[in-house]
């Protein structure tokens, strides 16, 4: 919508499309009756033969969000999405992150969705209809294979390598923290492949089937967020050793011309992947919140229920602001790349936004987590509520894809580039009186005159 001040006409709009909006309603209520209620049940999941009964429950579910045409709405039209763009696919996934498998019954869960994309955008054609095309139709699981013991925040000191034998690629090395690999069909690996003075320019993404002969996956590795994983189940995090993995040369992502394209590659798939995380933790913030208003109406002590402490007023005060500060700057990322993209631009133009809303996102949550935890007393550090384990959750989001201190020293070098150095300061005001006076010389001569 466009707004008209004056012969301007403006666009600066917070209201959703009505149509659009329906279909959020519907995935509101969706979430909320059909998918949360299987939370509970969890522990039942686990076995493979759980694991069948989750599939027949879902699939008629995946049915439904593919009659509602909004199964893979994260793709391009042709690649079979929906073409929604980052701003109605930031408020579907506010809704989906409610619920930790919210997002796989809208084909839509990391990281399959990721490389899904990935390939999408930068794989050939070949690519797409062998790996792409069955992630969509959720045949097979995928994961994301870059981070390294030795090696993650800067990713130029990744050491696995791959090398050319002919026809094929000859890959060596150690990843950790490659999620979902244990229950996957296949890695999307980031290899060292050259040797070029920028070092952003010797990485590429090569496809590894992951029952490939060398690749050995150790173990999922148990986490914070799942203590108890065992290897195999999803949602793990696995150790692998690539020791002489021979795929196919074709396999590398996006054919020749993919060579030493892996770090473009990655941004791609990164960026609006992190408008998804950050309206998914707004989703979780947003539930704890909810906890929190419901137990400041409900808890009676020391003379009045605890919504009349002005403690806890602040908390609520607080946590709203952070929330909304924290969806306004995700929403208008999301913007911005929409923007860019309509213009034939690339997303890293929107890598202040991208990265503020990645550490933002991830301490508001934290905190409106915390928040919750403690106003529910004892009950909020039990297994009885769901809040200790979103807080445990909350707490890899300000590590993974990128730690919260690498996303803040990309803001500041971006801004930094808006300044320039000043010695004296710009407002030093001696300096800036000597250069009034002389600005205005001739009006201070005559008041002069006539004072
Ligand atoms: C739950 C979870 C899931 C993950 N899933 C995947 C996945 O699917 N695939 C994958 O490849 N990886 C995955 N990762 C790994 C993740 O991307 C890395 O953990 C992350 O990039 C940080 O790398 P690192 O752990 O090696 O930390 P390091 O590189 O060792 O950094 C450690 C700390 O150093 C500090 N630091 C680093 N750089 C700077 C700097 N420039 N200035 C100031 N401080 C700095 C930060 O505090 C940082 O947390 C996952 C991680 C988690 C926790």
Redesign the pocket.
């Given at each position: 919508m466009a707004a008209t001040i004056g012969v301007c006409a403006m666009a600066w709009d917070f209201e959703t499309e009505p149509d659009f909006e329906a279909k959020l309603e519907w995935m509101r209520q969706f979430v909320r009756e059909e998918i949360i209620p299987l939370e509970t049940l969890a522990d039942r999941w686990r076995s493979a033969e759980g694991r069948a009964v989750f599939r027949q429950i879902t699939d008629p579910l995946k049915d439904e969000v593919r009659r509602q045409g909004l199964w893979a709405a994260h793709l391009p039209p042709d690649m079979g999405g929906q073409g929604f763009g980052q701003v109605k696919l930031g408020l579907m996934h506010e809704i989906l992150g409610q619920c930790a498998y919210a997002p796989s019954v809208f084909g839509n869960q990391?990281?399959d969705s990721g490389n899904a994309e990935l390939i999408a955008v930068g794989g050939t054609d070949a690519q797409r209809e062998q790996w792409m095309q069955p992630l969509l139709d959720g045949k097979v699981r995928s994961?994301?294979?870059?981070?390294?013991?030795g090696?993650?925040?800067?990713?130029t000191l990744l050491k696995t390598v791959a090398v050319r034998d002919g026809g094929e690629w000859v890959i060596n090395g150690h990843?950790w923290?490659?999620?979902?690999a244990s229950i996957s069909d296949f890695l999307v690996v980031?290899v060292k492949t050259g040797d070029h003075d920028k070092p952003y320019k010797n990485f590429s993404m090569i496809i590894v089937p992951t029952a490939t002969p060398g690749v050995a996956i150790l173990r999922d590795v148990p986490?914070m967020?799942e203590p108890d994983h065992r290897t195999g189940e999803p949602g793990g995090?696995a150790e692998i050793l690539y020791r002489d993995v021979r795929v196919p040369f074709d396999n590398i992502v996006g054919g020749e011309a993919g060579i030493g394209q892996g770090f473009a590659l990655a941004q791609k798939r990164l960026g609006p992947g992190r408008i998804h995380h950050a309206m998914r933790w707004l989703g979780q913030s947003r539930r704890a919140f909810d906890m929190l208003c419901e137990r400041a109406l409900t808890r009676y002590t020391h003379g009045s229920i605890l919504a009349e402490k002005q403690m806890v007023q602040d908390w609520i005060a607080e946590s709203y602001a952070e929330m909304q500060a924290a969806r306004l700057l995700t929403l208008q990322a999301a913007w911005k790349m929409d923007q860019l993209h309509a213009a034939g631009k690339h997303y890293s133009d929107a890598r202040v936004e991208i990265g503020v809303i990645k550490f933002w996102g991830a301490r508001v949550m934290y905190n409106v987590i915390d928040r919750a935890i403690q106003i529910h007393g004892s009950l909020g550090y039990t297994t009885d509520l769901p809040l200790e384990s979103m807080y445990r959750a909350a707490r890899?989001a300000?590590?993974?894809?990128?730690?919260?201190?690498?996303h803040?020293?990309t803001v500041a070098r971006q801004i930094l580039k808006g300044y320039r150095p000043s010695d004296p300061p710009v407002e030093h005001i001696p300096t800036r009186r000597a250069a009034a006076l002389e600005k205005y010389a001739g009006y201070l001569d005559e008041l002069a005159i006539t004072s």
């Open positions: 990391a990281p994961s994301f294979s870059m981070t390294e013991p090696a993650g925040a800067d990713p990843k923290f490659s999620s979902n980031m986490t967020g995090h890899a300000r590590i993974y894809d990128g730690p919260d201190e690498v803040k020293v």
